[in-house]
C-alpha cells in the first residue's frame, strides 16, 4: 500500500498552547489507524484538521497526492463519526442515513439501494423506522456508522466513537468495527485514549504526547519495542528500571542485585548505565531459595484471568503478571527472575 493521506510538518496553536507541533505522519490507502494518547495530546486537533473544521497554522494535508489543506469540510472525500453521535432526532434511522445522498443529488433508487444495503451492513433493518431516541446506544453507533459510510468516503474518521458506551458493548462493537473496516475498505482512522481499543482494530498505531508523535508502528511493536519511556508507559504496563553492564557484558544488573540476562553481549562498555522496560509478564517470581536476601511480595490483585503482584525488592518496586490466581500472598518471600524476551532497552534521556 502506497501514502495515501500525508500530514506534512503541521502546527497548530490556541493562543499560548501548541496543540499540534511540527506532526509528520503518513497513513497508507485501505488501512485501519489510529491515533492515541491521553487528553491533550493533539489526537482530535489533528483529526479535525484532516476533517477540514479546522485549518493548520503551517504545514499541508495531502490526500491521493492532492493538496486539501484549504478545502472546505463538503469538498472533501472524508466523513466523520463523532462521540455523541450526531444523529438527526427528528429522523428515523433510514432518514438519517439517505440525508447525504439526497443532499448530494443522488438518484431517488440509488438512494434506496444504498440505504437498504448500509442498513444490511450494521444490521439494523429491523430498527430503520425508529427515531434516535427508540435506540440503544450502541445501535445509534451503527446508525452514525451507516450515515458516515453511505457516500462512501475514502477517508472515515472516527472520534472516540465508543467512548460512551459500557465495556461489554465497546468490545463488541470493536469486532463490529473490524468487520466493517474489511468489507467497505475505506482508510480508517480512529482516534482514542483507549490502548486496548487502538490495538485490537489497527494496522498502525501513532502515539501522540503533547503535540508531538512519539512513535508510530504496528501494535505488536508499540509493546515489544517501545521507543521512548512514555510509549513504554502508556502502552499496556511495565517496569521502567536503569541498570549497569556487567563486566562480561552479557548481562544487565539493577539496582536491587536482580539481573537481566542479555541474548547477545552488550555494546555498551561494562558499567554502563542503561534503561530498560520490562515487561510484567517476563517478571518471574518464585519460593524464595534459603540463601538470598528476599524480595516480599507487597500487593497482590486478582483480575479473573491473571493476578498482578507488586514486589519490592531492595531500591525497587517490581510489577509481575502471573495466570490465574495468586500464587502468593502478601509478605510472602519470593525470588526474582527477569525473562529477556520482555525486555527493551529504552533511549538515554535527553541532556
Known sequence: ??????????????????????????????????????SGCGKTTLLRLIAGFDAPDAGRILLGGRDITALPPERRPVNTVFQNYALFPHLSVRENIAFGPRMAGWPRERV????????????????????????????????????????????????????????KLRQHLLVELGALHREVGATFIYVTHDQSEAMSLSHRIAVMNQGRIEQIAAPEQLYARPATDFVASFIGDTNLVAGRITEDGNAVRFADGTLLPLPEKSAHPPGTLTRWSIRPEHVRCGPRPPSDEPAVVSEVIYLGTHTHVWIESGPLRWLARMQGPPAFQRGAPVSLTLDPAGACELPAPAS
Do not use: C, T, W, Y
Not at 490507502?29 to 489510529?34: I, N, R, Y
Open 1 to 38: 500500500m502506497d501514502d495515501f493521506l500525508v500530514i506534512e510538518s503541521v502546527s497548530r496553536s490556541f493562543g499560548r498552547l501548541r496543540a499540534l507541533d511540527d506532526v509528520s505522519l503518513a497513513i497508507r490507502e485501505g488501512e485501519a489507524f489510529s491515533l492515541l494518547g491521553p
Open 112 to 167: 434506496r439501494e444504498s440505504v437498504e444495503q448500509m442498513l444490511a451492513l450494521v444490521k439494523l433493518e429491523s430498527h430503520a423506522g425508529h427515531r434516535p431516541a427508540q435506540l440503544s446506544g450502541g445501535q445509534k453507533q451503527r446508525a452514525a456508522l451507516a450515515r458516515a459510510l453511505v457516500n462512501r468516503p475514502r477517508v472515515l474518521l472516527l472520534d472516540e466513537p465508543l467512548a460512551a458506551l459500557d465495556l
